[in-house]
């Protein structure tokens, strides 16, 4: 059996909901609204990701992959497990805060999940269709006219909505290290893979490759 990488990738999103539901149990936290909020981001998050995954899924996930560096995936991912610890065992490792955040903060948390879920989903459904009906040629129209990497600017804002809920540095240097070790090197190699195109050059200059106006 040939084994790819969105095997493990997707066994990791679709059993990360039962690990916090695992976790709250647990620690018996059912009456903690931040951990509930959390299982709710997170755990959406993963049926979702196993739902696109099935009806417009990315080329990227579709290589094979040997079961050691799947394993290796699969471990790596549970580095985003890190917060639901944090929130369900109360055990803090580096607060960002001296004292619990207003309610404004948890619903902005909220705030930026959604927006980060409209702008990973959308254009990654964009990205999906455009490869089936203009094949051979440069996406550069609406959710990837201004962002060379909308999906992934929508996958920073969806951790960061639900990291930012542990309220402590250590998942957020975890999330650091994804974004400068997994996602920078893969926005790079897309960059040299669209160069092909002769208008690559001209789209490039007037995009960001992740952030509006700064990268």
Not at 38 to 56: M, N, Q, R
Not at 80 to 106: A, D, G, Q, R
Request: with cysteine; aromatic share 20%.
């Amino acid at each position: 059996m040939k084994l790819k990488q969105k095997y493990f990738i997707d066994s990791h999103k679709g059993i990360t909901p039962i690990f916090i539901i695992g976790l709250i149990n647990h620690y018996n936290q059912w009456d903690n609204l931040i951990a509930l909020i959390y299982l709710a981001l997170h755990g959406t998050y993963g049926l979702l990701w196993i739902t696109k995954s099935f009806i417009f899924p990315d080329k990227q996930w579709e290589r094979h992959t040997g079961i050691l560096y799947g394993l290796f995936i699969w471990i790596g991912l549970s580095l985003y497990w890190i917060s639901p610890y944090i929130i369900t065992s109360n055990n803090f490792i580096l607060p960002l805060f001296k004292e619990t955040p207003s309610n404004i903060y948890y619903a902005s948390c909220v705030v930026v999940y959604i927006i980060g879920v409209f702008l990973h989903f959308t254009s990654d459904m964009q990205k999906y269709i455009s490869l089936k009906i203009r094949q051979g040629h440069l996406i550069d129209n609406y959710m990837f006219s201004k962002i060379r990497n909308t999906n992934y600017l929508g996958e920073f804002f969806i951790y960061i909505g639900f990291t930012l809920l542990a309220c402590d540095w250590v998942p957020l240097i975890a999330l650091l290290i994804f974004i400068i070790f997994i996602w920078i090197p893969n926005m790079i190699k897309k960059d040299k893979s669209l160069s092909k195109y002769k208008e690559f050059e001209n789209y490039k200059k007037k995009t960001n490759r992740l952030f509006p106006f700064i990268y």
